[in-house]
């Protein structure tokens, strides 16, 4: 990864209406592989954005599979935990994983690691592998084989061959935790978006809704929808996030655990969007935040159908945006009334129960 940089800028700003004053602290990042925007408002706006930022440095030291001495990486080199153990972040993380893989049948499975360093995703060498070569990789994809072991200490032990990525759901508990921060320095409207990943704390400080667009990934500069909300986190999966092309073919960075190739389910984009976890949140666990990034991208590979069987079952409490290779944009009833068409954007809109 990329050395972090950050430029925090404060300001005193008159809110619309009510005559007090409040701070502004906003902040750019670029780490675990993306430009992060943070905007804190309130009293405590810039130690909120400072502690953000510190946050953000240590998640990225603990997960980064990129990063040799990151827990993932000694854990993936060792095949159990490194006698140094592991940091809370990734001990409270790992469990959230793999329920997530038992939620989604597989889907969402963290030891797809071999198989993405196979099309270079891991470090930007793309190519495609071998049928052989992925088929016995394959044999390795599954986390029923990690053995995670509570008393008397905290362990955690891979199945022969394997090896974890938690980029799936990094970006996500990053966000559970800046809502915990922004909690605990009394923020009430604030917004950060890591890529893809967005989490809106209150209203904006006009007291309006905070505007979250949905990218449009077959027209880089343009938006598929536009959701307005507040207290609220809106995720993002697509294969136009991060792919190559050979031979006049295009492959992206979601791999279906059970065949190593790039998902073709027929969606372009999945959002899932979830309500805040709120000020009881227990620190540092992962919430909502967590959720919606596993969920966006073992609902982008099971497709339309499964996905919105999924969301009907009612496990989870979450709702959904897909953007359909077929020109649609699929919404589920609990955003028919705060979600914006975009005009002349060529999708048909349609929303289900």
């Known amino acids: 990864m990329k050395r972090f940089s950050i430029l925090i800028a404060a300001l005193c700003l008159c809110l619309t209406?009510?005559?007090?004053?409040?701070?502004?602290?906003?902040?750019?990042?670029f780490a675990m592989d993306t430009v992060m925007e943070v905007a804190a408002y309130g009293p405590k706006a810039e130690k909120a954005v400072q502690e953000t930022e510190g946050q953000i440095k240590a998640l990225e030291n603990q997960l980064s599979r990129t990063k040799a001495d990151s827990d993932v990486s000694r854990v993936n080199h060792?095949?159990?935990?490194?006698?140094?153990?592991?940091?809370?972040?990734?001990?409270?993380l790992l469990p959230a994983a793999l329920e997530y893989r038992d939620a989604t049948n597989g889907a969402f499975d963290i030891?797809?690691?071999?198989?993405?360093?196979?099309?270079?995703?891991?470090?930007?060498?793309?190519?495609?592998?071998?049928?052989?070569?992925?088929?016995e990789l394959l044999k390795h994809v599954n986390s029923d084989e990690i053995q995670v072991q509570e008393e008397p200490s905290y362990s955690v032990t891979l199945g022969e061959g394997q090896a974890i990525d938690l980029g799936g759901i990094a970006k996500g508990y990053t966000s559970d935790l800046v809502e915990q921060t922004f909690r605990a320095n009394?923020?009430?409207?604030?917004?950060?978006?890591?890529?893809?990943?967005?989490?809106?704390?209150?209203?904006?400080?006009d007291g309006s809704d905070w505007r979250v667009g949905i990218k449009d990934p077959r027209n880089e500069s343009g938006l598929a929808a536009i959701l307005p909300l507040r207290d609220a986190y809106a995720i993002t999966s697509g294969g136009y996030e991060r792919y190559f092309e050979e031979n006049g073919k295009t492959y992206h960075h979601i791999i279906d655990p059970t065949t190593g190739y790039p998902a073709d389910s027929g969606l372009l984009s999945v959002t899932v969007v979830a309500d805040a976890n709120g000020p009881d949140q227990e620190w540092d666990q992962p919430g909502n935040g967590t959720m919606c990034d596993a969920f966006s991208t073992a609902l982008f590979v099971m497709g339309e159908k499964q996905a919105l069987d999924f969301w009907r079952n009612g496990g989870y409490d979450f709702d959904l945006v897909l953007?359909?290779?077929?020109g649609r944009v699929v919404i589920t009833a609990g955003l028919a009334d705060?979600?914006?068409e975009v005009k002349d954007s060529g999708y048909t809109y349609e929303t289900v129960s």
């Open 17 to 29: 209406g009510c005559g007090k004053q409040t701070t502004e602290a906003t902040a750019q990042i």
């Open 78 to 92: 060792n095949g159990t935990t490194p006698t140094t153990g592991l940091t809370y972040g990734t001990r409270a």
């Open 111 to 135: 030891t797809i690691a071999p198989v993405m360093d196979a099309w270079g995703f891991t470090g930007d060498q793309f190519r495609v592998p071998e049928q052989s070569e992925l088929n």
């Open 186 to 205: 009394g923020i009430e409207s604030g917004k950060i978006s890591l890529g893809g990943n967005v989490f809106v704390l209150g209203g904006k400080p």
């Open 323 to 326: 953007v359909t290779e077929d």
């Open 338 to 340: 705060r979600f914006e």
